[in-house]
């Protein structure tokens, strides 16, 4: 974690200090805004104000600042102009608006320009540079940073240095490692010139970035002392940020130092600083460093959880670089625990996030080679520059040294300086077109290589897209998409499909040879099973030996050593030499087997075929070469075949070779790092589909029988793509299945199906639509239905990482690059459905809300001590003397009023924001995260609905049932507790005892709703409801009195009215009450009772008038209700 750039103020003033700074702001403002004072003091004031004010409020000490440029540019003074703009600049830039920042530094350096005003100008040059540097355009910074350092070393200006030179390390640091060198001089050197200066506060960041660069460069000894140094001054000058930042860094070089618990002492010190200053800034990196250490130490539960906190954060900001870091650290963590299936899923996210890292990286290099431009060309200016003063200098020495020769002396020697100045000047001329000559080749090569490379992408999926119908249509009429077809037809369709196999493979090869080309394909690599995999290989490859006389013989023995290879591609390099071998061998045999050679398994193809002459085993290997010219006419291909495979197998690390003889057959053997895992330690995985680029032929396992028709509780799938012809290929083949298809050509037609269709299962989804993407589509869906309630597969042709992971990023669940076979779709639509399935029933067990409250997306996530803290509103209802009403039904009767009743209460409370935590029989528990409005919106639906069930209830002779409701609100405990083998849901806290208390008291008044005077704090419109008080009570088992209130917009319409004509005497009465004046206040609730003889409140309040009158109350304060039971 590395301080960045720091903004140079750099003006003419500086921040107030101590206690008085406040009075000093007060008088600033004083001399400011006093039109007697001379122009210049009020400049001066008002800018200083501005710069105490970008202490407390940038927005003010912006708009001062406005109003000071106006004073500026009134008083026709550009040099205050120039002053004033800086500042707001800073303002700007201090808060992160780098475009806003960079347009005022600009403006305030052309007006230091035309004042050739030197010091603004290094000033403006080094802020310029600055904010290009947080945009990322390095070359820009560069150029800027080094007119700024000219600039300040010409004024001998140290302070501006200081910075300019940290900004140039900070630049050398963030284009790559290859820079340290550089990084570190210009760190130097900027501290050498804050010690100098004496500038306390940033000689803390000046150790800390030395400290970084030191570990980088594996020096991790003076790593450490220079990052204690940098926590001892951040300590002394009182900066916590630096100080946690510093602890942090310090933390990770001890972790690789090998000294790990000394590590954790230094990380649990800076994550606690950090979250007691609340200093977010660093805080994913605090985690991921002490995740690390606690893996180290096979603390994996420990690791987990803060990988996952220091994931959430890195997402929160766009850390991608951390994000893979901690992918990797909950991959390892997981398998170590033997959860594979998370492993995995962290391994692949890892594998994507690595894939956008290198590009990344390829974009720093680039940058990195402009600024080594940059370099070379301001090196060349100055060399330029000095031969021209020295030839100068020469020829004003030859002048004056020959003023008394004659005039021809004069022109000889005059002539020959002026040819030396000439030839030096051609010289460094043609040097520097030369430099520029090859910058413009550079980049006009780099801009062709990217637009090759997005060429082949929107070739790729032009192409794909109609491949994918004419393979889909002719696979699904083969297995009966339009009834029963004779042999004849199948063995045409056998045809088109098989050609458009054929077809795609070429494309896969193409475009697997321009991402080798590029290094642009990535790895994931895992522990394979060699002999698993060439059983599947062989398997596909064997229908290309039905028309020859061709054994293919697999020698592989089925316990040899497991091997470190990305599956998928192993699969593939085996598929191209096998599937080579198989069509260069018309008769005999071709045999696979293995070897052991070191830490190295050498899997061979031996083939009998035609074999390869001499002179072209050399050039096998290279792209576009056959064996002979004549061969892609016979055998056809691109000859890029072998190219791609041994790249692939380079990129495993391993060597491929060929032996061969003509007209004898060929031996194709390469190598594969062998595992450290022994193979019976190996986790239980299956093997992967075959991959989509092969060009054999799919056995279908459907019968040649017309479509079905979708049963009734068939599986809905939407199906969103703009192409006629896909829809109808995915049409047939999830027919086949018996699914019920719904079809959408577009994202916003998509999205209104899933209105009107909740139930939808699925979503297969294009990518490439016009109007809305694929990708937009996806985020809008996730904004009303997370991953877990509603998946989405999408269907690519674009199969570059950089999409998928957009893809994920939008919330996509898994993704499918064109063409694709009907068994790998319906095996993945199949895995997400049961998924989904699993999910949705798991909900209902374990509210979803529940599971993101204690900060996870999925119950598969939950881990036993999840919790988390929050504020929450809590409803508890119950049925008033329903055991007396359940004493009269049947337990088959009783199950069927409980469940009837519930299930009327449960979507109320979901559709106001809440969610069901327990049903505890005809009890109900509800939370509501959000406020306070939601959960008594929610009691008085419920009351209402209850009233509307005791009509039909009625109707039917049933007695009519009574419901109260008790509202609390206040922090709580959400949590998993249990044991190993049992986990169950929690909340923890008083809050929920209140809330039920609440409830209890409820029937005593014969209020239907009652809420504490926290929940009434929480409305946001507190006269939109109908509320009375009823003052304060003591419950049984609570120390403290509640200060509580009824809500009657829950009564019937008739009572509504008369307690809301009447709430003005009830308020008065109740303050006659709680003064304890209870003769006036039990007249009071006589006169509403009068008009409402049904407010049962006002009843329960006589009868209390009456009892306190008799036993003499004469307590000190205000009267309270005190219950002795729950």
């Known amino acids: ?154 004024l001998k200006d140290s302070a501006n240095l200081s910075r300019v030179t940290n900004n140039l390390g900070n630049l050398y640091t963030k284009i790559g490692r290859s820079d340290s060198a550089n990084a570190m001089r210009y760190y130097r050197y900027s501290l050498e010139l804050k010690k100098k200066l004496n500038m306390r506060r940033s000689l803390s960041y000046a150790y800390n970035n030395i400290g970084l660069v030191y570990a980088e460069m594996g020096m991790l000894e003076s790593a450490i002392t220079y990052l204690d140094s940098s926590a001892m001054v951040a300590r002394e000058t009182g900066d916590d940020s630096g100080f946690s930042r510093a602890l942090s860094n310090m933390g990770d070089a001890y972790r690789k130092n090998g000294q790990t618990l000394k590590a954790i002492t230094y990380l649990d010190r800076s994550i606690a600083s950090k979250k007691g200053q609340d200093i977010p800034d660093g805080l994913e990196h605090s985690y991921l460093y002490r995740g690390q250490a606690n893996l180290e130490l096979k603390r994996y539960k420990a690791a987990i959880a803060d990988c996952r906190e220091s994931l959430r954060l890195s997402r929160e900001n766009g850390a991608v670089a951390i994000q893979e870091g901690s992918c990797a650290c909950l991959s390892q963590a997981n398998e170590a625990l033997g959860n594979s299936r998370e492993a995995l899923t962290y391994y692949k996210q890892g594998a994507l996030l690595r894939d956008s890292i290198m590009n990344e990286q390829t974009n720093r290099e680039i940058a990195r080679q402009e600024i080594s431009y940059q370099f070379e060309k301001e090196q060349l200016a100055d060399s330029l520059a000095n031969v021209r003063e020295q030839a100068a200098q020469q020829l004003q020495f030859e002048q004056d040294l020959n003023r008394q020769q004659n005039k021809f002396n004069i022109v000889v020697f005059g002539g020959l300086g002026l040819l030396l100045l000439g030839g030096l000047f051609w010289r460094n001329r043609q040097k520097s077109k030369k430099l520029q000559q090859q910058e413009a080749m550079v980049a006009r090569l780099q801009q062709v290589d990217a637009l090759k490379d997005q060429f082949l992408a929107n070739t790729s999926h032009e192409l794909r897209t109609p491949l994918n119908g004419i393979i889909g249509l002719s696979e699904s009429l083969k297995d009966g998409a339009a009834g029963k077809l004779p042999k004849s037809v199948k ?13 795609a493979h070429l494309i896969n090869d193409i475009l697997d040879f321009s991402k080798l080309k590029n290094q642009d394909l990535n790895l994931t690599i895992r522990d394979v099973d060699p002999a698993a995999v060439s059983e599947v290989v062989i398997k596909l490859i064997e229908p290309l030996t039905l028309d020859k006389s061709l054994v293919i013989k697999n020698n592989i ?45 050498w899997i061979q193809v031996k083939d009998t075929g035609i074999g390869i002459a001499p002179e072209r085993l050399e050039t096998i290997f290279e792209a576009f070469q056959q064996g002979d010219g004549s061969i892609s006419r016979k055998f ?105 298809v719904l079809q959408a050509v577009n994202g916003p037609e998509a999205l209104g199906i899933l209105q009107r269709h909740p139930d939808v299962s699925l979503v297969l989804l294009d990518v490439m639509m016009p109007g809305m993407s694929g990708f937009q589509v996806c985020e809008a869906i996730r904004k009303k239905r997370p991953p877990g309630d509603l998946p989405i597969v999408l269907l690519t042709a674009r199969n570059r990482v950089s999409d998928l992971v957009e893809g994920f990023n939008a919330g996509a669940n898994d993704y499918l690059t064109k063409p694709f076979s009907r068994n790998e779709l319906l095996s993945r639509m199949r895995t997400h459905i049961n998924l989904n399935t699993f999910h949705l029933a798991a909900s209902k067990f374990v509210p979803t809300e529940f599971i993101k409250s204690v900060g996870r997306e999925e119950i598969t996530e939950v881990e036993l001590g999840d919790h988390a803290e929050r504020e929450v509103s809590v409803l508890f209802s119950d049925i008033r003397e329903y055991t007396r009403i359940s004493e009269g039904m049947t337990p088959r009767q009783n199950f069927k009023f409980v469940n009837s009743y519930v299930g009327k209460m449960g979507p109320i409370i979901h559709a106001h924001n809440g969610f069901v935590n327990q049903y505890l029989g005809d009890g109900i528990m509800a939370l509501f995260p959000n406020n306070g409005e939601d959960i008594l919106d929610a009691a008085i639906a419920m009351q209402r609905e209850v009233d509307a069930y005791n009509v039909r209830r009625s109707s039917d002779g049933y007695e009519p049932i009574r419901v109260g409701i008790g509202l609390h609100t206040g922090p709580l405990v959400m949590g998993i507790i249990g044991d190993v083998h049992r986990n169950d849901t929690a909340i923890i806290a008083d809050t929920v005892n209140t809330a039920s208390r609440m409830e209890g008291v409820s029937k005593y008044f014969d209020a239907r709703i009652i809420l504490s005077e926290d929940t009434l704090a929480q409305l946001p419109e507190k006269s939109a409801y109908g509320i009375r008080p009823l ?69 329960y309040f006589i009868t209390k008038c009456a009892e306190y009158t008799l036993n003499k109350i004469s307590s000190d304060g205000d009267v309270g209700i005190v219950f002795t039971q729950k």
């Not at 063995?491 to 077809?503: A, H, Q, V, Y």
């Not at 699969?571 to 087997?593: P, R």
């Open 1 to 154: 974690m590395r301080n960045l750039v720091f903004l140079g103020l750099g003006l003419f003033f500086v921040f107030s200090q101590g206690n008085a700074q406040q009075a000093r702001l007060d008088s600033l403002r004083t001399l400011w805004a006093d039109d007697n004072l001379a122009d210049s003091v009020r400049f001066e004031a008002g800018i200083n104000a501005s710069l105490m004010l970008m202490r407390s409020s940038m927005e003010e000490a912006r708009n001062l600042g406005q109003e000071v440029l106006g004073f500026a540019a009134n008083s026709e003074n550009p040099s205050w102009e120039a002053t004033a703009l800086k500042l707001i600049g800073n303002t700007y830039a201090i808060q992160g608006n780098f475009p806003d920042a960079i347009g005022y530094y600009h403006r305030s350096h052309d007006l230091s320009t035309a004042l050739k005003d030197s010091a603004s100008m290094a000033i403006t040059f080094s802020n310029i540079g600055t904010v290009y540097y947080e945009l990322g355009n390095y070359p820009q910074s560069v150029d800027y940073l080094l007119e700024a350092l000219k600039f300040s070393e010409i």
């Open 491 to 503: 063995e045409n369709l056998d045809m088109i499909s098989n050609s458009g196999k054929r077809l």
């Open 557 to 601: 023995p089925a316990d040899c050593p497991l091997v470190r290879a990305d599956e998928d591609r192993l699969q593939q390099i085996l598929v191209n030499l096998l599937g080579n071998a198989v069509k260069f061998t018309e008769s005999g045999t071709v045999t696979l087997s293995t070897k052991t050679a070191g830490s190295a398994l």
């Open 636 to 740: 056809g291909g691109t000859g890029l075949g072998l190219s791609v495979t041994k790249n692939l197998v380079e990129l495993h690390g391993g060597q491929i070779r060929v032996k061969s003889e003509q007209g004898k057959g060929s031996t194709f053997e390469f190598s594969i790092p062998i595992s450290e895992m022994q193979r019976e330690q190996q986790q239980p995985l299956a093997v992967s589909e075959p991959v989509s680029r092969v060009i054999a032929e799919e056995q279908s396992e459907t019968t040649s029988e017309a479509v079905p028709e979708a049963a009734p509780q068939a599986k809905k799938i939407l199906i969103v793509d703009d192409e006629a012809v896909n829809r109808k290929v995915l049409e047939n083949y999830l027919k086949l299945s018996k699914y019920k």
């Open 1031 to 1099: 003052g304060r009570v003591q419950v049984k088992g609570k120390d403290h009195p509640l200060q509580i209130f009824e809500c009657f917009d829950g009564d019937t319409e008739d009572q509504r009215k008369l307690k809301l004509a009447s709430r003005e005497d009830f308020d008065q009465a109740m303050n006659l009450f709680t003064t304890k004046q209870f003769s006036q206040a039990s007249a009071k609730f006589d006169q509403i009772l009068q008009a409402n003889p049904k407010d049962g409140v006002a009843q």
